[in-house]
């Protein structure tokens, strides 16, 4: 398991704690209602009526959250003169209106004159004299707002995550990092191909060419690490100044390499309250065609669910409007996205939702983009929708405030390791080869499972239970999970040991750290599957596997197939006279089902149809213990559940430009009300939704007679 390097370097408080303790206030919970909101920029030339309609709009539309950004270079427009009164002004509005502030600071976008550009600022701060400054600044800001009653959480910074920059601070703790790891300079020196004289001469990689890139894979994971402990000491900053708020963060790009920019999201779970993320689809989703968008945003609710659970987690950033400029593709969501993303987002278990944004910014790159007012400062569309849901959340806040999604025995598990091994090593012939190759199977699996009902979990591979008895018989998927430490192959020992199941596909265990290839090795997998691998065939762009358990299955695949050797495993699956695929049954009642190929990016690239009814006949226990789940495999359809005491409400989208009829089966003696959009129809246990394109059913099943739909 990776450890988070915690640095020495970070600084003393920055007041008395006497003078935080005259001023505390009375302790903010984070309630359990579930609220809509919106983002308000605030920025200089606004008037203070202005300011004061838009919360009064908010709290007019039960859309009682508004997260606004504190502007370092507006708060300190020359050096020491601080001005709060704009956003006086603001938090005065929310106040009066009643509207809870969630509270951007910027600690990385410091004023022009102490080497910002005047905008928020992106990254991790690169010096010692940037982070006494960044001090500076939260103090005085949390100081003089902690005690308003209209704040409600800290966001540390907006949108964390970085690739790792080499700057003097960084390279300081990675030495020490790299004499903690290595002891020695022999040591290090022997796997890197160097010839230091000791560890005050290591460089960060210039490049990651090469033969030799184990310095690359050094220097990333202790980034990870290193970027950690630095929004860990954001948190100590504001917690020196205010022990009672909140803290939050909203990680972005989720549906990508999550090493890309360092993202462990589970390790920032110790200093954070809740966990948000941005979900912006013209920025964010390059992996997904149009008619993919709703699984999207279902899948990065799982992520960021899985991540900080059993903490809380919002959508703190959802795309409100239209962006022409400002993203790499230009979208506008309709009113039917709108109600698609963010049922989709309640439907998963979001406490919060707020959209990016309520009202334009006049300059900048983002100008006149994404709002969710026109430029007569009137509702959209979009916002109308927003607010019409808004009202039905309300309406039923005695449901949603204590309701909690269906949790699926099926996890998915995502690895950092493999994902930082692919950014170092990957290359851009084939999605197979690509840096995103563990999440394109990931994808696969996650559309496969979706199509059946409600969809998988999603953990990291270090933050899930291995050992732990559970009550229920488990599935956890290992997606193409192409490096494995010994430890983390023990883990798996222990879980298929209490009985629980292991789908493991692609080139899993294929490497271990530092690109040990573990075939060479002894293949120490073996120990689960109960076979070795043999070797990895080239066979076409798009191979199928054959499988003769369930008789007949054809997987497609992408770019390999491999062989593999027989050990205690049974044969389930054969090409030209060599074992693809093997199953092992544990003493405990586990079960590893070993299919070497990667059978996720060949389900998300060509067709997930194949792999959904695989799926569905070699799990039929842990996928019939959904209450509501689809009768058939479902394209383009998803659904979602949440429970409260017996009564349910199931989400049903249809994320395709085209009409879609999905059958689904419920509970006997459960009556629906429509709450948004067409009502089931059907007779029995089967409910049969007719969506029209890109349409959403929301469905409250009750015991008695349905009432009037909505």
């Known amino acids: 398991m990776r450890k988070v390097f915690l640095l020495s370097l970070f600084l003393s408080a920055m007041m008395p704690l006497g003078a935080y303790w005259a001023h ?124 308003s009653s209209a704040l409600d959480t800290w966001l540390l910074v907006n949108e964390p995550g970085q690739p790792p920059a080499a700057n003097a601070a960084a390279v300081d703790a990675f030495r020490t990092w790299l004499a903690q790891r290595y002891l020695s300079i022999g040591n290090l020196n022997s796997t890197w191909g160097t010839a230091y004289t000791g560890f005050a001469e290591a460089e960060p990689p210039r490049s990651a060419e090469g033969w030799n890139r184990n310095l690359e894979l050094d220097w990333r994971e202790f980034w990870e690490g290193y970027q950690t402990a630095q929004l860990h000491w954001l948190a100590d900053q504001v917690r020196l100044n205010d022990r009672i708020h909140p803290l939050h963060m909203n990680p972005a790009g989720l549906i990508s390499n999550l090493a890309g920019l360092s993202d462990n999201l589970p390790a920032w779970r110790s200093f954070l309250d809740t966990l948000g993320c941005s979900i912006h689809p013209a920025w964010h989703f390059r992996l997904l065609d149009r008619d993919r968008y709703a699984l999207g945003v279902s899948y990065i609710n799982d992520l960021v669910r899985g991540s900080i659970e059993p903490k809380p987690y919002w959508v703190t950033e959802l795309q409100g409007g239209n962006n022409i400029y400002s993203s790499p593709r230009p979208m506008e969501p309709t009113s039917q996205d709108i109600a698609q993303w963010v049922w989709t987002s309640l439907g998963a278990g979001a406490d919060r939702v707020i959209f990016w944004l309520l009202n334009a910014r006049r300059e900048g790159v983002e100008s ?28 039923h806040e ?123 090795a002894g293949f120490p997998l073996a120990t689960v599957t109960g076979g070795k691998l043999k070797e990895v065939h080239l066979r076409t762009t798009t191979p199928e596997v054959s499988l003769n358990v369930p008789p007949d299955t054809k997987l497609p695949s992408r770019f390999w197939v491999s062989t593999t050797v027989p050990v205690s495993a049974k044969i389930i ?47 039929p226990d842990a996928l019939g213990a959904a209450t509501f789940a689809f009768s058939q495999p479902e394209k383009g359809c998803l659904l979602r559940t949440l429970e409260n005491s017996g009564t349910y409400v199931t989400v049903i989208t249809n994320g395709t430009a085209e009409a879609k009829s999905c059958a689904m089966n419920a509970p006997a003696g459960l009556y629906a009300t429509a709450l948004w959009g067409p009502a089931p129809q059907g007779a029995g246990a089967q409910s049969i939704f007719s969506l029209p394109p890109r349409e959403t059913s929301v469905v409250l099943w009750q015991r008695g007679r349905s009432a009037s739909a909505r």
């Open 368 to 395: 006149g983009e994404w709002s969710l007012l026109d430029f007569e400062g009137n509702p959209s569309a979009r916002l109308t929708t927003a607010a019409a849901i808004a009202r039905i959340v309300h309406e």
């Open 398 to 520: 005695a449901f949603f405030s204590q309701a909690h999604p269906y949790r699926s025995p099926v996890t998915i598990l995502l690895s950092l390791e493999t994902m930082t091994f692919e950014e170092v090593y990957h290359e851009e012939d084939d999605p197979a080869r690509t840096q995103d190759a563990h999440i394109l199977e990931a994808l696969g699996f996650y559309e496969a499972l979706s199509r059946l009902g409600p969809p998988p979990r999603i953990k990291y591979f270090d933050d899930y239970d291995w050992s732990g008895d559970a009550t229920e018989h488990r599935v956890a998927i290992l997606p193409d999970v192409r490096e494995l430490t010994a430890d983390q192959i023990r883990s798996l020992q222990a879980f298929v040991s209490h009985g629980n199941t292991l789908l493991i596909t692609g080139l899993t265990g294929f490497y271990g750290p530092h690109a040990k290839a573990w075939p060479l």
């Open 24 to 147: 505390a206030a009375t302790p903010v919970s984070l309630d359990a209602q579930i609220s809509l909101g919106a983002q308000i920029w605030i920025e200089p030339g606004q008037t203070p009526a202005e300011i004061d309609g838009w919360f009064r709009d908010l709290a007019a539309m039960n859309m009682p959250v508004a997260r606004i950004f504190l502007m370092w270079s507006y708060l300190e427009p020359a050096p020491n003169q601080w001005d709060f009164s704009l956003y006086d002004t603001a938090f005065r509005a929310a106040e009066k209106y009643h509207v809870r502030i969630i509270a951007t600071l910027t600690p990385s976008g410091p004023p022009p004159f102490d080497g910002g550009d005047g905008n928020q600022g992106v990254g991790i701060l690169p010096s010692e004299q940037s982070r006494r400054l960044a001090a500076a600044y939260i103090a005085k800001v949390v100081q003089h707002y902690r005690n």
């Open 573 to 619: 699956g054969q090409q030209d006279g060599e074992a693809i695929a093997l199953e092992q049954d544990s003493p405990g009642g586990g079960r590893v089902i070993w299919i070497p190929s990667p059978i996720g990016i060949g389900a998300w690239l060509s067709d997930a149809e194949p792999l959904a009814k695989y799926l569905q006949a070699i799990l």
